[in-house]
């Protein structure tokens, strides 16, 4: 007897219809046919997608809670169709020391509606052995705030330990960004002065400097919102030269231009700063891209009312990818299955999560059923995040979230959210 049966999915737009059984947490049959199971869910021809996976969140929990915290953010997540997450290190205190990370830990295990796992900061290399240990999803480093030396100490240290873990960059040259800077704040402090003060030129050296040092030592690495054509182009060339790096888009930059700083001021501010439309990496250019990371960053509007100089960066994304791809998957500039590639299957992949990012018999059911013909305009005074606001705020979007299942465990239907214990993935 099996613990749910779901009937009458669609597993991609012109496929026949399918029962999914579960039991134990997994699949464990895809069928023509319904079994018998002590409960069955009528999908009526939805389309099941796997659970999305967010490579790059920030929960803000430890510390910063009053921005967002395990719970509210899993919220958003179940809500735009997220079963996994996995959280950056930039809280208070950093999860870059083996007890900060235990920390984490415990609170994800507390709060989290969303199984997920935990990105290891990197500041004091004597702990990156201990770290290892508790398998964190990846070590991540912020090059806009350190110098070369601690790069390369750094990149030399995790691969006497972990030479197959994955490093994850947030790619921007301190130098440049500091000189141009200081320069832009003399201009004054108009919100698209931002984009000029982090130019994609800090972006490429970045990168041009990472790609080196992956080469050099053979070490995985993921990069970060890439906002610029010229860095997916370098990524590009070095994978097909056999160097294992990996890119990462944002849906902020993927679908806006720094024309949007003009239009919603600090709220559309982000590191790195939306690109003109001569450096925007569009949609067209998604089959080179490996994954979609929202980088959600929440933040209060009390801060972001602030000047362009003291406002934080960031804007909340688990609550928009979907509907917007969807939405493009109604217009036929994509399909389902690139979806599944960008926000399933490579995330997986690329951090080694086990069991997840597939619908096949003996994967976890994690299971996003989504109606392709449902309406709405993106409002932020409907998000479950702390954070009410977006660039996307007015977007008409066709296509969204109806039901997600975190290991066979009903957690959102309609918007409504529902209890559960969000576990630790490694």
Same mark, same amino acid.
């Given at each position: 007897?099996?613990?749910?049966?779901?009937?009458?999915?669609?597993?991609?737009?012109?496929?026949?219809?399918?029962?999914?059984?579960?039991?134990?947490?997994?699949?464990?049959?895809?069928?023509?046919?319904?079994?018998?199971?002590?409960?069955?869910?009528?999908?009526?021809?939805?389309?099941?997608?796997?659970?999305?996976?967010?490579?790059?969140?920030?929960?803000?929990?430890?510390? #910063?809670?009053?921005?967002?915290?395990?719970?509210?953010?899993?919220?958003?997540?179940?809500?735009?169709?997220?079963?996994?997450?996995?959280?950056?290190?930039?809280?208070?205190?950093?999860t870059n020391t083996p007890q900060a990370f235990k920390e984490k830990l415990k609170i994800g295990a507390k709060k989290s509606l969303v199984d997920f796992g935990i990105h290891a900061g990197v500041s004091d290399l004597s702990y990156i052995k201990?770290?290892?240990?508790?398998?964190?999803?990846?070590?991540?480093?912020?090059?806009?705030?350190?110098?070369?030396?601690?790069?390369?100490?750094?990149?030399?240290?995790?691969?006497?330990?972990?030479?197959?873990?994955?490093?994850?960059?947030?790619?921007?040259?301190?130098?440049?960004?500091?000189?141009?800077? @200081?320069?832009?704040?003399?201009?004054?402090?108009?919100?698209?002065?931002?984009?000029?003060?982090?130019?994609?030129?800090?972006?490429?050296?970045?990168? @041009?400097?990472?790609?080196?040092?992956?080469?050099?030592?053979?070490?995985?690495?993921?990069?970060?919102?890439?906002? *610029?054509?010229?860095?997916?182009?370098?990524?590009?060339?070095?994978? *097909?030269?056999?160097?294992?790096?990996?890119?990462? =888009?944002?849906?902020?930059?993927?679908?806006?231009?720094?024309?949007?700083?003009?239009?919603?001021?600090?709220?559309?501010?982000?590191?790195?700063?939306?690109?003109?439309?001569?450096?925007?990496?569009?949609?067209?250019?998604l089959p080179e891209i490996d994954v979609i990371g929202t980088d959600h960053a929440p933040h209060t509007l009390e801060e972001k009312e602030k000047n362009v100089w003291d406002a934080p960066p960031g804007v909340p994304g688990l609550e928009t990818i979907l509907p917007l791809l969807l939405t493009q998957v109604n217009r036929g500039q994509l399909n389902l299955k690139?979806?599944?590639?960008?926000?399933?299957?490579?995330?997986?992949? =690329?951090?080694?999560?086990?069991?997840?990012?597939?619908?096949?018999?003996?994967?976890?059911?994690? #299971?996003?059923?989504?109606?392709?013909?449902? @309406?709405?305009?993106?409002?932020?005074?409907?998000?479950?995040?702390?954070?009410?606001?977006?660039?996307?705020?007015?977007?008409?979007?066709?296509?969204?979230?109806?039901?997600?299942?975190?290991?066979?465990?009903?957690?959102?239907?309609?918007?409504?959210?529902?209890?559960?214990?969000?576990?630790?993935?490694?």
């Amino acid at each position: 007897m099996l613990d749910l049966c779901l009937v009458n999915c669609k597993l991609d737009i012109n496929a026949k219809e399918v029962c999914l059984g579960i039991k134990d947490e997994i699949i464990v049959s895809i069928k023509k046919l319904p079994s018998n199971a002590d409960e069955t869910i009528d999908l009526k021809g939805k389309i099941v997608l796997p659970g999305l996976i967010d490579v790059h969140v920030h929960f803000r929990d430890p510390g #910063l809670t009053f921005k967002e915290d395990f719970h509210t953010g899993s919220a958003a997540a179940v809500a735009g169709g997220f079963t996994t997450v996995l959280d950056m290190p930039n809280t208070l205190p950093p999860t870059n020391t083996p007890q900060a990370f235990k920390e984490k830990l415990k609170i994800g295990a507390k709060k989290s509606l969303v199984d997920f796992g935990i990105h290891a900061g990197v500041s004091d290399l004597s702990y990156i052995k201990e770290l290892v240990a508790l398998r964190p999803a990846s070590f991540k480093i912020f090059m806009d705030l350190v110098d070369d030396d601690f790069l390369m100490e750094a990149f030399s240290k995790i691969n006497s330990v972990a030479p197959d873990h994955v490093i994850s960059l947030h790619a921007e040259d301190s130098k440049l960004v500091q000189q141009y800077t @200081e320069m832009m704040k003399k201009e004054g402090n108009d919100p698209e002065l931002y984009s000029l003060a982090r130019p994609p030129q800090a972006e490429i050296e970045a990168v @041009e400097s990472a790609i080196s040092l992956a080469g050099k030592y053979n070490q995985k690495v993921h990069f970060c919102h890439v906002s *610029t054509k010229k860095s997916l182009q370098l990524i590009h060339n070095a994978r *097909t030269a056999g160097c294992p790096v990996t890119s990462e =888009i944002t849906p902020h930059h993927l679908f806006l231009d720094s024309n949007y700083l003009n239009l919603f001021g600090n709220l559309a501010k982000t590191n790195p700063p939306l690109r003109d439309k001569e450096n925007q990496l569009g949609i067209q250019y998604l089959p080179e891209i490996d994954v979609i990371g929202t980088d959600h960053a929440p933040h209060t509007l009390e801060e972001k009312e602030k000047n362009v100089w003291d406002a934080p960066p960031g804007v909340p994304g688990l609550e928009t990818i979907l509907p917007l791809l969807l939405t493009q998957v109604n217009r036929g500039q994509l399909n389902l299955k690139d979806i599944k590639r960008l926000l399933c299957e490579n995330p997986a992949k =690329i951090f080694n999560i086990p069991n997840k990012g597939f619908i096949s018999e003996g994967m976890n059911a994690d #299971l996003v059923g989504v109606d392709l013909k449902k @309406e709405g305009v993106i409002d932020p005074d409907n998000f479950h995040s702390k954070a009410r606001y977006s660039p996307f705020e007015g977007f008409n979007v066709k296509g969204m979230p109806v039901i997600t299942m975190v290991r066979g465990n009903l957690v959102m239907e309609y918007d409504n959210i529902f209890k559960n214990n969000g576990q630790f993935v490694y």
